[in-house]
């Protein structure tokens, strides 16, 4: 059982340039999240999803598109990757009744140069 | 709107003290749970344990302890005689509001010496 598996798990990026991570969840959820991690900012949501074909932003989308066309995938898109972008990006999935905890991918950690 | 607040950035011990990680929320919701998580140096996140607002029952697992208090909008955490293994961030959560889109706070690190 894979659970929350991200693609890549390190990535080094030129200002400008444009990538997309992959998340796949082989649980069936229905919410799939992404949200980046820096130094004493905790863990800020970029844009959820609560079903296939659906999107929305969260606390700091800005620079960031997204999109779910299968229910076990959520792809995270950087179309002109900047300084400011590098953190590390975690995945995560749940149920969507509350009491779900959330799963989480490995995390990828990307830089931006 | 949810809320959480973790206002230990960063917590030094020494092995075998009792360590205590605050936890404070907010929200205008009846129904909602709590969550913590663990995040060893190796980087994954591992969940630790849930709360539904409607148990206030204080839960002990082996040397972790969890103490929730509706009055105080807080949801500590305590871990007795602290190991090196323990020494990690350590984030609580809320999921709350129509969608239970989980909030975290800024996760507190946890240090502990030999």
């Known amino acids: 059982n894979a659970g929350v598996t991200q693609t890549p798990k390190f990535r080094v990026l030129k200002t400008g340039q444009s990538m997309t991570l992959l998340c796949a969840q082989d649980?069936?959820?229905?919410?799939m999240y992404w949200y980046r991690q820096d130094p004493g900012m905790g863990l800020r949501l970029i844009h959820y999803?609560?079903?296939?074909?659906?999107?929305a932003k969260g606390e700091v989308p800005d620079g960031y598109n997204v999109s779910r066309l299968k229910k076990q995938n959520f792809l995270l898109g950087l179309e002109s990757a900047a300084p400011s972008q590098t953190s590390v990006y975690f995945c995560?999935?749940?149920?969507?009744?509350?009491?779900?905890?959330?799963?989480f991918g490995q995390g990828t950690r990307l830089t931006v140069v | 709107a949810q809320k959480v607040t973790q206002a230990q950035t960063e917590i030094s011990v020494v092995e075998k003290e009792d360590v205590t990680l605050d936890c404070v929320y907010e929200t205008r919701d009846t129904t909602y749970y709590l969550f913590w998580y663990k995040q060893p140096p190796s980087g994954e996140l591992v969940f630790l344990i849930r709360r539904n607002s409607f148990d206030e029952q204080n839960e002990i697992s082996g040397r972790y302890s969890w103490n929730f208090q509706k009055s105080t909008s807080s949801f500590n955490f305590t871990i007795t005689a602290s190991q090196v293994v323990d020494s990690a961030v350590y984030f609580c959560?809320?999921?709350?509001?129509?969608?239970?889109?989980?909030?975290f706070g800024r996760g507190t690190s946890l240090i502990v010496h030999p």
């Open positions: 649980m069936n959820h229905e919410y």
């Open positions: 999803s609560v079903g296939e074909g659906t999107t």
């Open positions: 959560a809320l999921r709350a509001g129509g969608s239970y889109i989980p909030t």
């Open positions: 995560a999935s749940s149920y969507m009744t509350g009491q779900s905890e959330a799963f």
